[in-house]
């Protein structure tokens, strides 16, 4: 097919975008996962002014449209005095955006460890650091897995948004490979293709976690 | 005549839970080396002093001591302030506490759970505790299932581990909530057996129970407790065929057998 | 920021929440329907959903768009912008609501419906008297949440053409050669429409749990 030929004679503009598409939700991955548990530790260990102010952000960043967000943080950056590629751009705003829903799944995670676990590790002495790094985050790491692999598909779905704000990701390299040749079925289809990989690769760790679950807690 | 500093010793402990008092002016004195059952109706708060005693429940009054030094509070009631968690946490290690619903830490092994406190909290090389673990679980008889994770065994043998976890730490005492509450009739047996062993090897221990016949069999001391307040302390033999309140009395002839439902928290 | 050039906002965004409360109006019972297609394993079509549906999932919504909308004309469906955005709204939240649906169909206790096949209800009367009162309720979180979605995707139409509040501010920034104000205008009037959607269903939801009782099966 005609369409089949174009994308494979670009497919170097594809596996750029694709490139991008990965290195920007990896790169937001790297950051919002630790981020999202520090802030979901604060949502429920800090004193309570400071908790319900969190709380507020937290439900107030889960408002906002990324799109809209992603322009801020484009517009916005050169205001602070920071001149960077638009790649920056996306990777801020989408590790903020990611950020504010990962502390909220995190949030009910550490709420769903059970309650006599955290009074076993009391009473055997064990301090606040060492109740979150060796009883509570294992156990959610593993709980929470669906929840996360959920939020990693819908960060990799933003991250297509981005090309709004010029970034070269891979629904960008669809676009321009489609609007210069004329064929937009396959350059689209192809893009939906890696996307669905992407995703299949995403369920896929999600799968694995599930059969360590079943191991660890039948 | 030598005293022996009380391995417990509770003074004027009162707690309230939003307005409803749970405890009353309790004065307890647990000598060490010896088993204590603490008996009584669901909602004595029997269960309410025995995590006081650990400070998992802070007193709302009242002051303990656990071998002479004081636990989560410092000082006299009026200057009294409470500990800093770091202290808490250090005091508790001497504590050994044994759950109704085994509060095992399902993301870890058998071993795990028994080596994670002596390790992380005590500081102690991981081959050693291990190498301690696994003799300890053999005593209780549960040496193959060290490398197994909590859910593959039966509620007795998750018991059983938690026994095994608090022995691990070398505690001047250990707590037992109920042991055998949560436990099928059939399984309610070897974990009594264990118990009983850890008598008789002279741990200081303070249970909870509704079992009367294992109480009286065990314990060197029963406290009976009800309406938040001490009524009796006596030897088994003593409260058994001569209790000397109407309420003790009641008590036992209503019997251990009705196995009591698990009592929610105030 | 001038006047007029916050009202050019507003309308954006009014044409941006008209947008999307159209989509949602035919989107959910789209889903639904999905849903009970699949759900009763209807032949070929069940299969055939269930792939639309999985690959609808894993595309962005700005991916689905520029397809629908560079796609439709070869199909010989010449749509204008405004129909192509409405179609695509639909379309992807159709599919993620199917997936609500279908969950809430497959955990609703099978005793209920074979009580209400017992007492003579038909297998229709059964759906809209017995499961579909109870399934609407008990998801309305996850459905609110849907519509959420579906009100913060919207924006993203702005990439075919459609003058709605991302188009809006970009002009406004365009004319002014100061993008950041129209931006963060835009930005807190449509945050602002949303957090008052999810008070709405928080209030709503408590309203249903007091009279109904914890409502989930």
Known sequence: MNGFQVVWENRDVFLWGAGNTVSLVLGCLLLSLPLGVLAAVVLTEA???????????????????FLLLAYVVYYGLPELGLRLDSWWAGLVSLTVYTTAYLAEIFRSAFRAVAKDNIEAAQAFGLSRSLLYRRIILPQVAITAAPMIGNQIITTIRDSALLMIITVQELTFAANFVSANHF?????FAAAVGLYLLLSFLVEAGVRRMERVRMVRYG | MAETVPAIAVRGVCKDFGGFEVLRDIDLDIAPGTTTCILGPSGSGKSTLLRCLNWLDAPSAGSIRIDGEPIGRIGTDKAARPMDRRALAAARTRIGMVFQHFALWPHLTVLGNVTEAPVHVLGRPRREAEAEGRSILARVGLAEKADMYPHTLSGGQKQRVAISRALAMRPRVILFDEPTSALDPEMVGEVLGVIRELAREGLTMVIVTHEMSFARDVADTIVFMEGGCIREVATPHDFFTAPRTDRAKGFILRGSSTPEPPLKKA | MTWPAIRTILDG?????????VSILLSLPLGLLIALLRWRRVPVVAGLLATVVSVVRATPFV??????????????LELDPVPAAILALTLNTAAFSSEIWRSALQS????????????GLSEAGTFTRIVFP???????GPLVSEVTILLKCTPAVAVIGVVEITRAASRVGAETYEPLPPFLVATLIYTALIAAIVRGQRVLERRIARRFGAVSP
């Open chain 1, 47 to 65: 004193a309570a002014p400071l908790r319900r102010l969190l709380a507020e952000l937290v439900d107030l960043l889960r408002c906002v449209p």
């Open chain 3, 63 to 76: 991916t689905l768009v520029l397809f629908v909308y560079f796609i439709l004309p070869s199909a010989g």
């Open chain 3, 108 to 119: 609703f206790p099978r005793d209920q419906r074979e009580a209400a096949l017992a007492f």
């Open chain 3, 13 to 21: 965004a009014v044409v941006t929440a008209a947008l999307a409360a």
């Open chain 1, 183 to 187: 064929t937009p079925f396959a350059p």
């Open chain 3, 134 to 140: 109870q399934i609407w309720r008990a998801n309305l």
